[in-house]
């Protein structure tokens, strides 16, 4: 039944995309977000859907789109080079060819995708299609993930959503990650949305989503997502206007929320202070230090999955109580193959200096091109301007969180940030245009000379 | 039976923005006036709709 309706609703986007090829490129932004294929029981799971729709998507656009407004831009290029980059390290400097070749073939995707998707949003409305659809998408898991906290509380790695899955958005810490990155964009497409102008409507169903993906570090009992909310509350503070007021009610949600937390979870996360007695946490520390070592020795990278390598032995800590004296206990712990459980140490200990370099580039630009967007429509009083100073926010307010809980999972290579970075891209070339336009018109003095050519 | 009230409710607003999109004529070419495409067999009713509420209609 699932495999059924899942298989027409894809159907009929597929139908429909045959007036507007656009269509096939949000097909397979749904289609990378949700896997399908994996939440279906029968016949969609032998489809290789995925490449369908990425081959789909493409052609669509190469062969009856419109090329018109489409650029390339600086960042597409550091995407391309990175792509280039993991390539050389997947092929020829890989220590564990056959790990690194299974977690290229997906990587690639990612990337070609990203630095496809910007060359297609070349309207305002593709631009927010692409939003909002990105949006929907993810609110598919986050719903449901949201509505079994409510009822069952949930739990670290039992907390199934749609698909009992540890791969892609699936996987507790990266869906918490992803959660609370994608609430300032849920909230644009909600206030700022041309596509649904039902305006309360879409308010209500926002705040309702917002609150299931505010759940879902609870349900999933990461701590990476407790990080990432207390990461966007201080982002928030920027754009709010009355700061003291917001700080006194996010403080107040908090002392009303704290009772209705299940146990599990509040024990869970005040475990943060207490990372020298936690394996998992002493871990990271430990994978951390051995990667600094590794590229150090290593400067070009050990390719994909190359943590495979590690194995280092480390000392816990512990207090037992005796009667009325506290005893601490140090333990000694051996660990192989332990994964990065950070971007930052996943990119830097498998694509070396170069990849690393080339992926700080690609987000420390896009932070700016973002700020470079607010400051120039920050005192706007222009729809217009109110509008695309949101949206500036919105994606850099999402990406910070992002790369805030980078530092804790391994999510380097996502392909739902990669897609953020691709709306970033598309709309500062979209930005840029406009500019350029603005430019040309207060010239009055060239008002008579023709402006063909000119991007519209 | 969660899931399936999620998967419902996302789809179909994905449908419904998907089917809204094919409607609109700015998702292809900027600043575009969306324009019903042409369908001879009401003419009679264009130009009416045309006379109510003018050319831009």
């Not at chain 1, 369908?52 to 550091?78: E, P």
């Not at chain 1, 917001?246 to 704290?258: E, K, T």
């Not at chain 2, 969306?34 to 001879?40: A, E, G, L, T, V």
């Amino acid at each position: 039944m699932r495999d059924l309706v899942l298989l027409a609703f894809i159907a009929a986007i597929v139908a429909m995309g045959f007036k507007r090829p656009f269509l096939w490129v949000l097909l397979y932004i749904y289609v990378d977000i949700v896997t399908p294929q994996k939440v279906g029981y029968g016949i969609i799971t032998s489809i290789s859907l995925s490449m369908l729709c990425f081959v789909a998507a493409f052609a669509g656009y190469i062969l009856l789109d419109s090329k018109q407004g489409s650029r390339i831009t600086l960042r597409q290029g550091l995407i391309v080079a990175l792509l280039g980059w993991c390539a050389i390290t997947t092929h020829f400097l890989a220590d564990f060819p056959e790990e690194a070749a299974s977690k290229w073939e997906w990587v690639w995707k990612s990337l070609v995708f990203a630095a496809f998707l910007p060359l297609t949003l070349r309207t305002r409305l593709r631009l927010e299609a692409a939003a909002l659809i990105m949006v929907l998408s993810a609110a598919s898991i986050i719903i449901s993930a949201g509505i079994k906290t409510v009822l069952s509380g949930g739990g670290y790695g039992t907390l199934v959503s749609l698909v009992q899955d540890n791969s892609g958005l699936y996987e507790g810490s990266t869906l918490s990650t992803v959660a609370i990155a994608i609430i300032p964009l849920t909230v644009w497409v909600a206030r700022h949305g041309t596509i649904f102008t039902e305006r309360k409507l879409a308010m209500v169903f926002a705040a309702a989503l917002v609150f299931a993906a505010l759940l879902v570090p609870v349900g999933t009992q990461t701590r990476t997502g407790l990080i990432c909310i207390a990461a966007l509350g201080v982002l928030v503070l920027r754009s709010v206007k009355y700061r003291f007021v917001y700080a006194g009610l996010a403080g107040l949600a908090l002392v009303v929320a704290l009772p209705f937390l299940p146990a599990s979870y509040t024990e869970r996360m005040s475990t943060i202070t207490e990372y020298q007695a936690d394996e998992s946490a002493s871990t990271r520390v430990a994978v951390w230090a051995w990667t600094i070592d590794y590229v150090k020795a290593n400067p070009l990278g050990g390719g994909f999955d190359s943590f495979l390598g590690n194995s280092f032995s480390y000392q816990t800590r512990t207090t037992v109580e005796e009667g009325n004296t506290e005893r601490v206990v140090y333990q000694e712990v051996t660990d192989e193959g332990r994964a990065f459980h950070s971007a930052y140490f996943e990119v830097l200990g498998e694509q070396g200096f170069i990849g690393f370099a080339i992926w700080l580039a690609l987000h420390g630009l896009g932070l700016w091109q973002m700020q470079r967007i607010r400051k120039r429509y920050a005192d706007s009083e222009e729809a217009d301007g109110k509008r695309w100073y949101a949206l500036a926010t919105a994606l850099q307010n999402g990406h910070m969180v992002y790369l805030v809980g980078a530092a804790f999972v391994g999510v380097g290579y996502q392909p739902f940030m990669f897609m953020l970075l691709g709306l970033q891209i598309a709309f500062y070339s979209l930005m840029k245009r406009e500019w350029a336009g603005e430019q040309v018109q207060n010239r009055p003095w060239l008002r008579e000379q023709p402006v063909q050519g000119a991007p519209a | 039976m969660i899931d399936y009230f999620s998967i419902a409710l996302t789809h179909g607003l994905i449908l419904l923005a998907c089917w809204r999109l094919l409607m609109r004529d700015d998702l292809d070419v900027e600043g575009a006036q969306n324009r019903p495409d042409p369908r001879p067999w009401l003419q009679q009713q264009a130009q009416q709709e045309q006379q109510e509420h003018g050319p831009d209609a």
